[in-house]
């Protein structure tokens, strides 16, 4: 479900959370620092971010603006 301690320090390579916290912002990595400042890391989300899954999909979606939204707009001016 989360990963330990020992599994986000073999993720990151770092053991100070600041450092952690930089490497995992660098990777894409969703995270949340609790209140005692320990890190929330899904287990799954990492899995499907190595395998490639989360990549495929952010980059395969393409956001476009709504172009018959401003024609219908420009030609009630006119």
């Given at each position: ?35 005692d ?42």
């Amino acid at each position: 479900m989360l990963l330990t301690p020992s599994e986000i320090y073999q993720l990151t390579g770092k053991k100070r959370r600041p450092a952690q916290v930089k490497v995992l912002r660098f990777m894409g990595i969703e995270h949340r620092v609790r209140p005692d400042a320990s890190l929330i890391i899904s287990r799954d989300h990492v899995r499907k971010l190595l395998d490639g899954d989360s990549v495929n999909m952010r980059f395969s979606k393409r956001i476009e603006p709504n172009w018959s939204a401003m024609d219908a707009k420009t030609s009630k001016g006119r």
